[in-house]
């Protein structure tokens, strides 16, 4: 047998790269394991359409449009069929017409006479372009029009910043408000924060549309439980006992419910498959209370575990260890797994665009009486490093030294701080008695401080000689390895000004985060200069020790905002360091990448399942292909896994 070179970079889409994810474990699993990932990957894929319709209420009408049109591209002149393919596959990879990085619209290059025409060109050709409810063009571009080609209508999905006298509610165009501002929801008691579209009626009447059967959405989650009591019958007992659960609560939809579910499933700490379905992460929603709806399979890459879990079996000694007030430590640290995964399919809120570390639940209260689970997605960094273009690294290091260091280390060095962030920073620390949930008290700060802490306690421990100890590092190259982490870490808050190309703000959270470490540390310690060369700008690494000197100070204080749930302070901090940059140092870093030819971010195409059947059409056994194409998958997803036909309907009468 001949081993084939695998492809990673399938295409450059504008700003983005599309590359295959491959899951070669899969082949490992037992037939009864590969089955139940069969019946969840159709239950994380029949949500997929939720989280188009909770991004932008037209993103499902603009999808079915502009797919159509991709479709029918062929009969429409060159120039008008490279935008529409642009602008769909760049639909496809956000999940909608918003970037998933920045927050901001992004547009059709065409007029609005382009797309009228491009629209009966390709009907008269005979394949069927859905107009939503509109009976003509012109009403559809009437209706939608804005939303494919004003960049200043509804800018921004997600705007926690809008500026003075804006309500954040109001300037986020996400469809998990409606009509209501954030004075209303001061007197309006939530009762299902997570799982509910909140709506202002006509007559001024605030409520809850509640995400479960029978309520929003709720064809759709009846056929998620369906597939989830196919994956019940193969699956084993705890894993069982978790999606149970997990069925109770879409049918529910109640808190005490969710939090039943969540407790089952950090008890079933090592399954052989397990899943993320369901509203999870708060992200999208500027008061970060409500769920984007995500699904997620995956299976432990036993090649890849070791380290991680060396991690998290030390997690009482991290806790004990951590530079801040004792008051803020947690007693006893209980239920603390970890594992590297292999993703088999990510969608929702989690794919195409993925995250390399998950750290659940989120609901702090569980967190520290149940403990949580981590994983690091071992395939997808794997394909972000084959990925990755040497020039990114070559443009942005200060030295040959440093870009050496960075080539050797940046792997090693990214596994154990992604470990470290997910394990032990989001596992870590506890409430003051009487704040209540953090995310009530810090609003729209809440996500920023809380990605800014776990992100310093990986500064802080990386540096750590237990790193030695545990032998996750060799004592020899453990100052290189920091060295290489920190310098890296400088010099993301230059990299990552590519990803936003408009404005002099940040919304994404990470992007906050990380801009708010290296600035708070070059304003308050010696650990990082700001050189000049060439008319390029570099950060560089002076100091190793000031600058984990820096990391532990601002943790200390960032670990007591949290715990205090001092909003003012918060809002203070990101204010200063984490949300306004500079907007010229952003024009020459986007010249830098563009010069080089260099992508801002990366969509994924996942792994495909098929199941394997026998004469009676009985699932025996499932196999794993690569589709090698991101429209491909996109069109399979969109035909296969629609939103339900009655949940569409609620959708349009509205
Ligand atoms: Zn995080």
């Known amino acids: 047998m001949t081993m084939r070179e695998k492809t990673w970079v399938l295409e450059r889409v504008g700003p983005a790269a599309v590359v295959q994810l491959y899951a070669d474990a899969f082949a490992t699993l037992a037939p009864s394991e590969r089955r139940l990932a069969w019946h969840l990957y159709e239950a994380a894929l029949a949500g997929r359409d939720i989280y188009y319709d909770q991004r932008y209420e037209h993103g499902l009408v603009m999808r079915d449009c502009i797919e159509a049109l991709f479709v029918g591209r062929s009969h429409l002149p060159a120039a008008t069929a490279h935008a529409i393919e642009r602008y769909t596959k760049l639909f496809w990879i956000n999940s909608g017409p918003y970037e998933h990085i920045t927050a901001r619209k992004f547009t059709l290059d065409l007029t609005r006479d382009d797309l009228r025409d491009a629209i009966l060109t390709v009907q008269s050709a005979g394949v069927a372009v859905p107009l939503g409810p509109c009976a003509t063009v012109d009403a559809f571009l009437d209706a ?27 300037a986020s165009a ?32 605030v409520r809850e549309e509640v995400y479960r059967v029978g309520g929003r959405y709720g064809a759709t989650l ?83 575990t070791a380290h991680i879990r060396a991690i998290a079996a030390h997690a009482a000694w991290f806790e004990r260890h951590m530079p801040y007030d004792e008051a803020y430590k947690r007693a006893d640290v209980v239920g603390v797994s970890a594992r590297a995964i292999d993703v088999l399919v990510e969608c929702g809120d989690a794919g195409p665009m993925t995250a390399i570390g998950i750290n659940l639940p989120n609901d702090e209260a569980i967190r520290e009486v149940h403990g949580s689970k981590s994983v690091s997605l071992a395939n997808v960094v794997e394909a972000y490093e084959q990925s990755q273009p040497e020039s990114l690294r070559e443009e942005f290091c200060w030295s040959a030294e440093e870009r050496d ?49 776990s992100d310093l306690v990986a500064l802080y421990f990386i540096a750590d000689p237990v790193m030695v100890d545990l032998g ?16 890296g870490y400088a010099r993301n808050a230059i990299v990552q000004l590519r990803r936003v190309r408009q404005g002099t703000h940040l919304e994404e959270d990470h992007m906050r985060n990380r801009q708010a470490i290296v600035h708070w540390l070059m304003a308050h310690t010696s650990a990082i200069e700001r050189r000049q060369r060439d008319g390029r700008t570099f950060n560089v690494v002076v100091d190793v020790a000031a600058f984990r000197e820096g990391v532990a100070r601002m943790l200390r204080l960032v670990q007591r905002i949290k715990s205090e749930g001092l909003y003012d302070e918060a809002a203070a901090l990101f204010e200063a360091y984490g949300i306004h940059f500079d907007s010229a140092l952003r024009d020459e870093v986007v010249a830098r990448v563009d010069r080089l030819d260099l992508p801002s971010y990366t969509g994924f195409v996942m792994p495909r399942l098929t199941p394997v059947r026998d004469a009676e059409g009985a699932i025996v056994d499932v196999e794993v292909s690569y589709p090698l194409d ?19 309907q609620v959708l349009a009468h509205r």
Not at 145 to 166: A, I, Y
Not at 179 to 203: M, P, Q
């Open 174 to 205: 996400s469809n998990l408000y409606v009509d209501v501002s954030s004075a209303d929801l001061n007197a309006f008691e939530e009762r299902h924060a997570l799982n509910s579209r909140v709506v202002k009626d006509g007559n001024g009447h």
């Open 630 to 648: 991101l429209a491909t998958q996109m069109l399979e997803y969109s035909a296969h896994y629609a939103l339900a036909d009655e949940d569409r």
């Open 472 to 487: 996750l590092i060799d004592a020899a190259v453990h100052d290189e390895i920091v060295r290489a982490e920190y310098e």
């Open 222 to 304: 009846s056929r998620i439980v369906a597939h989830l009591e196919a994956a019940i019958a193969v699956a084993p007992e705890p894993t069982a006992h978790a999606l149970a659960a997990l069925i109770r609560f879409y049918r529910t939809g109640e808190d005490a419910d969710r939090r039943a579910y969540d407790i089952a499933w950090v008890a079933d700490a090592n399954p052989p498959v397990d899943t993320i379905n369901g509203f999870i992460e708060v992200y999208m929603d500027p008061r970060g209370r409500k769920g984007a709806f995500e699904g997620i399979v995956f299976h432990e890459n036993p090649d890849k």
């Open 405 to 453: 260091r960075s080539k050797r280390w940046q792997a090693l060095a990214g596994e154990l701080t992604t470990s470290l962030h997910e394990v032990i920073g989001h596992g870590s620390g506890r409430m003051a008695p009487q704040v209540g949930p953090p995310q009530a008290a810090l609003r729209e700060q809440y996500s920023t401080l809380e990605e800014t802490r």
């Open 144 to 170: 939608y029009g804005r939303d494919f080609f004003d960049e200043s209508w509804r800018p921004m999905v997600t705007s926690k910043t809008p500026g003075p006298g804006q309500d954040i509610l109001h």
